[in-house]
C-alpha cells in the first residue's frame, strides 16, 4: 500500500477528529489488520503498517499540525545525494543550524516523550459538589507490560544500542545548505533496537488495561472544575513515563436551587396574606440544616432575601458563599366562600393607599390622557 495515501483515510477518520476518536479508529483498524490475525497476508499486513504510520503522525499535536498544512511534504524533502530523506520539520533545521549557538543542540539521545494524557468526563450532584465525596472510576488505558515491566524486550534478554545512531537516537543528514538532525528511523530515537520482542505487548512495552482509581472529590467544586491525576495517563512506549488523567466535573441540575459561582438561589413561592402580614419560611439548606428566612410584612415579588453563608463552600479555601430567595407573591386561585367574603369585606374598606404603586401607576394613566 502507498505511503501517500491521506493519513485520515487510513484511520477512516475526519480531519476534525480528535485525539479520542484517532485512537479509537486506529485500535479497531490495528486489530483488524494485526498479522497475528491475517497470518500471511501481505495486503493486512501492509495496510496494518500503513495504519501504524498514520497514527504515528496524527497522535503527535506538532506532527499533525504539520502535517494538515504540508501533507506527506512535511516530512519529505528532496536530498542532494538522491531519494527523499525524512526530517523532524523546520523545528529540527533551526536547532540543528543554531542550537550550538543559543546554547548547544540537544545533544546525545532524542529526549523520550510522556505518554498521551486522558480526559474523563464525570457527573456530580449539587450535594456532591457541596460537601466533596470520594469516589472509584474505570478507565481504560495503555499501563505497562507486567511480563516485561515495560521494557518491550522479552524476559530474559535486552535491548541493544542502535548501530544506526550509535545509540545517540538520531542521524543527520545534509539538506542543501543545512546539516539537519533527526530520529533514527530505525529505534525511533530512543536509541535501542529490539531484537527479541515480548510477546505480551509485542515490544511496545504497554499494553490496554482497565484500571479503577479513586478520585478525591473537594468541597466547592462547579461546573468544569478539572482534577488532575498524576501519572495515570497513557504509559509511554518502552518505559517513557505515563501522561495524566484530567477529569472534568459536570454538575447535575437541581430541584430547587441554582448556583452561581458560591452563590445559591431558590424560588419561594408565598401566599399574598403572607407577603402583606409578614411571616417566615424555612428551606432546606444543602449543608443539613435548615435556614429560616423572615419574611418583611408588605414585600412584593421579586424581591430578593439573603442568607449569609448558607451558599456553596469556597474551593480550596474559607467561607461560603450566600443563599439568595426570591420571593414570588401567588395570586389565590381556589377560594371558599367565607374566604371570598372576607376579600370582598377587605376591598370595600381599601382607600388606595393600602397599594401605592398601583395607585400612582393609575394616577400616570389619568395625567397622560388628561393631556392628550
Not at 162 to 191: D, I, L, M, T, Y
Amino acid at each position: 500500500m502507498s505511503t501517500q495515501v491521506d493519513y485520515y483515510e487510513l484511520l477512516e477518520c475526519e480531519r476534525t477528529a480528535d485525539a479520542g476518536m484517532l485512537k479509537s479508529a486506529y485500535r479497531k483498524l490495528a486489530m483488524k489488520y494485526h498479522p497475528d490475525k491475517n497470518a500471511g497476508c501481505k495486503d493486512s499486513e501492509a495496510r496494518f503498517k500503513a495504519v501504524s504510520e498514520a497514527y504515528e503522525v496524527l497522535k503527535d499535536p506538532q506532527k499533525r499540525a504539520a502535517y494538515d498544512r504540508f501533507g506527506h511534504a512535511a516530512f519529505q524533502q528532496g536530498g542532494g545525494g538522491g531519494g527523499a530523506q525524512d526530517f523532524g520539520g523546520f523545528s529540527d533545521i533551526f536547532e540543528s543550524v543554531f542550537g550550538e549557538f543559543m546554547g548547544g543542540g540537544r545533544g546525545g539521545r532524542q529526549q523520550a516523550r510522556r505518554g498521551a494524557d486522558l480526559r474523563y468526563d464525570m457527573e456530580v450532584t449539587l450535594e456532591q459538589a457541596f460537601h466533596g465525596y470520594e469516589t472509584e472510576i474505570t478507565v481504560d488505558v495503555s499501563a505497562p507490560c507486567d511480563t516485561c515491566h515495560g521494557s518491550g524486550a522479552k524476559p530474559g534478554t535486552h535491548a541493544a544500542t542502535c548501530r544506526q545512531c550509535n545509540g545517540h537516537g538520531k542521524v543527520r543528514a545534509q539538506q542543501g545548505f543545512f546539516v539537519v538532525e533527526r530520529a533514527c528511523p530505525v529505534c525511533q530515537g530512543s536509541g535501542q533496537v529490539i531484537a527479541d520482542p515480548c510477546g505480551d505487548c509485542r515490544g511496545e512495552g504497554r499494553v490496554d488495561k482497565t484500571k479503577t482509581l479513586t478520585v478525591n472529590v473537594p468541597a466547592g467544586v462547579d461546573e468544569g472544575t478539572r482534577i488532575r491525576l498524576t501519572g495515570e495517563g497513557e504509559a509511554g512506549a518502552r518505559g517513557v513515563p505515563p501522561g495524566d488523567l484530567y477529569i472534568f466535573l459536570h454538575v447535575k441540575r437541581h430541584a430547587l436551587f441554582e448556583r452561581e459561582g458560591t452563590t445559591l438561589f431558590a424560588r419561594a413561592p408565598i401566599s399574598f396574606t403572607t407577603a402583606a402580614l409578614g411571616g417566615s419560611l424555612a428551606i432546606p439548606g444543602l449543608d443539613g440544616r435548615t435556614h429560616e428566612v423572615k419574611i418583611p410584612a408588605g414585600i412584593q415579588s421579586g424581591k430578593q432575601l439573603r442568607q449569609r453563608g448558607a451558599g456553596m463552600p469556597v474551593l480550596q479555601g474559607r467561607g461560603s458563599g450566600d443563599l439568595v430567595i426570591q420571593i414570588e407573591v401567588e395570586t389565590p386561585t381556589r377560594l371558599s366562600v367565607r374566604q371570598r367574603e372576607l376579600l370582598e369585606m377587605f376591598r370595600e374598606t381599601e382607600t388606595g393607599d393600602e397599594c401605592p404603586e398601583s395607585q400612582g401607576f393609575f394616577a400616570k394613566l389619568k395625567g397622560v390622557f388628561a393631556a392628550e
